[in-house]
């Protein structure tokens, strides 16, 4: 521009664009100034904190990850126990996502050999390790969506114009996908929800229930259950079989079942924990047929403790383009870095690090299964008691009239009881049984299942958990102890219940809450009898009176728990009495109890007349006081009221009236006179008021002896009378001093008597002495005085 301005021959004109120029870099510069600090304003009011200014550094966000991973303070234990069994394979995973996110960077036609080859690599060892010949892999994040995949591959597969004509071909022949009873709740619901079928494609085949184990599927009933399909002119797809359930761990006859699919043309497909025996040197012909299955998923991170290592499933199809359309392979070389993970940790595992961690979870087990064998009241389900890699057990105790079975039956099965509440308590106190056994012993990975028959269980699957948790042989070791402690509770809260049961239905004071969810001796509540209309303050009084009675219940040296109950689902006013022992005295139990009660109910009551009481003795006082006034103003007459005529007046001829206050006697609940207090001087005293009610069971008790024991209270060499006078001889030798003899007690005893008189005394409150000149008392302060005395 300014060269421009050179070549023109006019020096006004070039003067003038000189200035033009001048003026527009101003404006631009106003603009541009602007619009920063518009910007400005847009980030602090709407872009988020963390992401306003230039960007933190890198310590600021390592530290931000490392507090959002150990939370808060309680729950940093956990959190670095767990990452202490990382292990350097772990960390080999961990690298393997950080190598392929920098992998993915490369050059197109080199990442597409090192992804085929990893992806190669793996499957090939794979496929060896688990004795899966000429199969294919597909790795994926979530454990369901393997199969997932092979339900659409075999979709297309039975389906020939799928491709091209989609769900219209699926209208004459409905397909049947066939799973287990046994099977992962709601499998088959997530299956038809993805492939976008109703769930009337999902077809549920029930468990053995007369010949063989209770949690393998029935396969002769599975045989008419796809004879009448075809019969309807529905198409058997595919078949879901267990390796391994869920719950349990046993295995479906997967031998006769691949027969059956075989006949049937259909597509049998295994997942389960005991598939990870394949790699081990021995095993057992029920699992080798999952060798022979069309399709299987593995999930290597859990057995073998590798962190976000992607789940497997193998399977062998004989078209690529199949498998392409169904999604099992892919194009794009980005998404067979799935695998790197995995490669890196088999690498560095090898194959006797491989079998060593399974080895090691079947040994957990088979320690586990040998004590349970010599424990009574515990009953075991295993599929094999040789090689069973996973033990599931529960609490179980027979009643004395009813059928008794052998202890061998007792360990060899798990019978469910007939009545249905005999069962619901089993299975909450088993469900309180596995939440201590996992609490006591978090590294044995204990958890607690829901099984059909069997109710309410104790599983130990150390394939799941004990590469990730560290477990170890010392470690179950400290399980069984734990276990020892716990079933005799369990076994003496089980027999008192009843018992206690029944002493609580005898009493009018007390009301059993049946409460078939509550782990512990029982459910009370404090029975409050109102002649009050009003439900809800009635309701209120007895919230009050429980809660109390829950805190003085607390406040005895006992080993019993009192509560509220649970957090959710529990009955209101109510005390909670949890686990036992069995020197447990149920009688002094309830009867405490209901003492306590009483004595609360009546402490409320006594409160409630009292300021009944009050308010009308003040009210009366109120009245008495006005009255006196009057009778004052007729005596003075009415010269002495004029300010200063009465003045000059009382100093003339002084005015003599004994000052008439009142007093409130609180233990008789009447008015008097302060014109006795005047003339003696002194406070009377009044009558004694009553004792406060309380329980005399707590009187019998020695030093040191804890509420509610038992043994305590029925010894060999003395009896009730005995040890109850021994009780207060004690007390009487507490209130000697150690330096005087027997003989020298009465002394004491009388100055003890005085000081409880003078005691008795001092509970005795008065009103506030009112003199006859002053004006009547304000009544809300006057009660207030009264309320706090």
């Not at 979870?361 to 004590?371: F, G, M, V, W």
Request: charged content about 25%; aromatic content about 6%; hydrophobic content about 35%.
């Amino acid at each position: 521009m300014d060269g421009s301005l050179e070549k023109m021959v006019d020096p006004t004109l070039a003067e003038m664009g000189k200035n033009l120029n001048e003026a527009m870099k101003m404006l631009e510069d106003n603009q541009r100034k602007v619009e920063e600090e518009n910007e400005k304003k847009y980030a602090r009011k709407d872009i988020p904190g963390p992401l306003q200014g230039s960007g933190q550094d890198m310590v600021s966000i390592l530290q931000l990850v490392q507090n959002l991973m150990h939370g808060e303070e309680e729950e940093e234990t956990s959190q670095s126990y767990r990452l202490q069994n990382v292990g350097e394979q772990g960390h080999m995973a961990l690298l393997g996502h950080s190598l392929a996110a920098y992998i993915s960077v490369l050059d197109r036609e080199r990442l597409r050999k090192l992804t085929t080859r990893i992806l190669s690599d793996t499957t090939l060892w794979l496929c060896r390790l688990f004795r899966y010949e000429n199969g294919s892999a597909y790795y994926h994040e979530d454990d369901r969506e393997g199969l997932l995949k092979i339900c659409r591959l075999v979709i297309h597969t039975r389906y020939e114009d799928y491709t091209l004509e989609g769900f219209n071909v699926l209208y004459t022949k409905q397909p049947v996908i066939y799973i287990s009873s046994a099977a992962r709740t709601g499998l088959g619901q997530a299956l038809c929800n993805q492939l976008g079928l109703p769930l009337s494609c999902m077809c549920r085949v029930p468990c053995n229930t007369m010949f063989g184990s209770q949690h393998q599927m029935d396969v002769a009933l599975l045989d008419r259950l796809i004879k009448d399909d075809i019969e309807f002119g529905k198409l058997p797809l595919l078949l879901v079989a267990n390796a391994g359930t869920p719950g349990a761990g046993h295995t479906d006859k997967l031998g006769r079942l691949k027969e059956l699919c075989e006949q049937y043309k259909m597509w049998l497909h295994v997942e389960g924990v005991n598939l990870a025996t394949l790699a081990l040197g021995y095993v057992s012909s029920s699992v080798l047929a999952a060798t022979k299955c069309d399709s299987m998923t593995l999930t290597l991170g859990s057995w073998l403790g590798l962190p976000a290592v992607p789940a497997v499933t193998l399977y062998r199809h004989e078209d690529p383009s199949l498998s392409l359309a169904a999604g099992l392979t892919s194009s794009q070389p980005v998404e067979k870095l799935r695998a790197l993970p995995l490669w890196l940790s088999l690498q560095y595992l090898g194959h006797d690090g491989i079998v060593e961690r399974i080895k090691h979870a079947s040994q957990l087990s088979q320690r586990l299964l040998e004590n349970l064998k010599n424990l009574d009241f515990i009953k075991t389900s295993v599929e094999d008691e040789l090689s069973s890699p996973v033990v599931v057990f529960k609490f179980f105790q027979e009643y004395s009239n009813r059928d008794q079975t052998s202890h061998a039956a007792q360990v060899s099965t798990i019978q469910h009881p007939i009545i249905s509440n005999e069962r619901h308590i089993y299975d909450t106190f088993n469900q309180w049984l596995g939440e201590q056994l996992a609490q006591l012993v978090p590294a044995s990975g204990v958890d607690v299942v829901e099984l059909e028959d069997e109710g309410t269980c104790v599983r130990f699957s150390p394939l799941l958990t004990a590469a990730v948790l560290g477990t170890e042989i010392q470690d179950i070791d400290h399980l069984v102890d734990c276990l020892k402690m716990k079933i005799p509770v369990l076994t003496s809260t089980l027999q008192l219940r009843e018992e206690f049961e029944q002493e609580v239905r005898g009493t009018a004071s007390l009301l059993y809450i049946e409460d078939l969810d509550w782990p512990g001796l029982g459910v009370v509540r404090y029975n409050y009898h109102s002649d009050e209309k009003n439900d809800d303050k009635q309701e209120e009084e007895l919230e009050k009176i429980n809660t109390e009675l829950l805190k003085k219940l607390n406040e005895l040296e006992s080993d019993l728990t009192f509560s509220l109950g649970p957090e959710f689902g529990g009955q209101k006013n109510c005390v909670y009495i949890g686990m036992v022992t069995e020197d447990l005295d149920v009688s002094e139990l309830v009867e405490t109890i209901i003492a306590t009660g009483r004595e609360i109910e009546e402490n409320s009551r006594l409160l409630e007349n009292m300021t009944e009481v009050v308010r009308k003795g003040i009210q009366e006082a109120q009245l008495q006081l006005q009255k006196a006034n009057e009778e004052r103003l007729l005596e003075e007459g009415l010269l002495r009221q004029i300010p200063v005529v009465g003045s000059v007046l009382n100093w003339f001829s002084p005015f003599q009236a004994l000052p008439k206050g009142r007093t409130f006697n609180l233990t008789a609940g009447s008015l008097e006179s302060t014109e006795s207090m005047y003339v003696s001087k002194a406070q009377g005293t009044g009558s004694t008021p009553p004792p406060t009610p309380t329980s005399s069971l707590a009187k019998q008790r020695l030093p040191g002896q804890k509420a509610f024991k038992r043994s305590l209270r029925s010894s060999d060499g003395f009896s009730e009378t005995s040890s109850i006078s021994h009780c207060e001889d004690l007390e009487k030798q507490d209130r000697i001093p150690p330096n005087l003899s027997p003989g020298q007690e009465q002394e004491p005893l009388e100055r003890e008597r005085a000081e409880e008189q003078k005691e008795v005394a001092q509970a005795k409150t008065d009103t506030e002495d009112i003199d006859s000149d002053k004006s009547p008392p304000d009544c809300s302060k006057a009660e207030d005085q009264a309320s706090q005395r």
